[in-house]
């Protein structure tokens, strides 16, 4: 990690420069503007809610359905808006990388940090959602910032791939799309993998958003932990992940000005 830094750490000004950006054209012209960033989970909890409720009545959890559906719909947005934001970021700075030499992850890593920013708003919303439907905080939710970390760390790794690769594929940007919609069925965002087979639940947990999104709703809602050895086996599964991923975008990164 020490030379990732020391690479990064020269134009830290830069990566804030660029979050800033992202963020302000997202909402500019907007009317209700960062609103956007709760309204979109918002929608998405109050959908699922109707149709296992009316339309498929279903006993998905013990919790409110409100509070269910929102917990894992939370983590998943941040995944997913993290990709949307930074595959596309390298193809949509050509004139940048064609012209000025700086650290190219920073346009990834921009993405990321934007769709961060609307977590934390959606998470805010999030807590005072708990506070009405009388579900209380445990201890096992300081769980949740390991978790966040992994989530984090994971999330940069593929963004990095993926924008790297659509430099040099653009099938990977117009699939992405698809790849988005597989992954939110192969996790667990609108029902829990208690009640699943143990064959099924293996499968699933060969996708560490699985692990993520599920215990992220089980120490903050369910008062349950983490099962400590699997978070440290994920945990090193994602930090090799990382490394690799960086590793492979620094490579890539020598031809980006000729091949964009």
């Known amino acids: 990690m020490a030379p990732i830094i020391k690479r990064l750490a020269p134009y830290r000004d830069l990566l804030l420069v660029f979050i800033w950006r992202e963020f302000s054209v997202r909402y500019r012209q907007s009317i209700i503007g960062a609103a956007w960033a709760v309204f979109q989970p918002l929608a998405m909890m109050a959908m699922f809610t109707f149709i296992f409720t009316y339309v498929m009545p279903t006993k998905v959890s013990e919790q409110p359905y409100v509070i269910f559906f929102y917990a894992g719909i939370l983590p998943w947005s941040l995944f997913e808006t993290s990709i949307k934001y930074s595959v596309p970021s390298l193809t949509n700075h050509f004139n940048l990388i064609t012209k000025i030499y700086f650290p190219k ?154 091949v964009i």
């Open 105 to 258: 992850e920073i346009l990834p890593f921009s993405g990321v940090c934007v769709a961060f920013i609307d977590f934390c708003i959606s998470l805010i919303v999030f807590f005072l959602l708990m506070a009405f439907f009388g579900v209380h905080l445990s201890y096992y939710a300081l769980w949740f910032f390991p978790l966040l970390f992994l989530h984090l760390l994971f999330t940069v790794s593929v963004a990095m791939c993926l924008a790297a690769l659509n430099v040099y594929y653009r099938d990977v940007g117009l699939a992405t799309g698809f790849l988005i919609q597989m992954w939110f069925f192969a996790t667990p965002v609108f029902y829990s993998i208690d009640k699943l087979p143990l064959k099924i639940k293996l499968v699933l947990f060969l996708n560490p958003m699985t692990f993520i999104v599920e215990n992220m709703r089980r120490c903050l809602i369910e008062q349950r932990g983490v099962v400590f050895w699997q978070y440290i086996l994920l945990g090193i599964f994602v930090c090799f992940l990382f490394l690799v991923s960086y590793r492979f975008f620094v490579r890539m990164e020598r031809r980006f000005a000729d």
